[in-house]
């Protein structure tokens, strides 16, 4: 039974964003988070686009840690529902990223987690 191109190009928009929508969003997470951050500190601001320092660091932190808990179940989901048994080639590649995903996924939802428990506990401009 084949499927649909449409739906062979969804899933591999899923299987994408699920290898790096984690990774994509610690990446987002570091910058937006600590470099914006950093950068008013130094310069004596104590507000980023209007935004006190200490919220919109919140708010690098848990968008961020949205995306990646999301990237998270759909690599769970892709690798426990539709990849359980792979039977070609194609599958089993797919399977492969899609536990990649959920390793990086994973890794990447730890380090945003621990960024939020630097939020919370170290002053903004310390």
């Known amino acids: ?17 699920a ?5 994509l969003a610690w990446a987002a997470h570091l910058l937006v988070a600590w470099v914006v951050v ?3 500190c130094s310069i004596g601001h104590p507000e980023v ?3 006190p320092v200490r919220l919109f660091a ?3 932190t848990v968008l961020p840690g949205v995306v990646s808990v999301a990237a998270l179940a759909v690599a769970w989901r892709l690798r426990l529902r539709h ?4 039977e070609g080639r194609r599958e089993r590649r797919a399977r492969f990223l899609a536990e990649l995903g959920l390793g990086l996924d ?6 945003i987690l621990f960024g939020a428990v630097a939020v919370a506990v170290l002053a903004a401009c310390g």
């Open 1 to 17: 039974m084949s499927t649909r191109p449409s739906t062979r190009r969804a899933a591999r928009w899923l299987l994408a964003f």
């Open 19 to 23: 290898v790096v929508g984690g990774v």
């Open 38 to 40: 950093e950068v008013a």
């Open 49 to 51: 686009a209007g935004v």
């Open 58 to 60: 919140l708010l690098a």
């Open 83 to 86: 990849l359980t048994e792979p």
């Open 106 to 111: 994973a890794f990447s939802c730890l380090m």
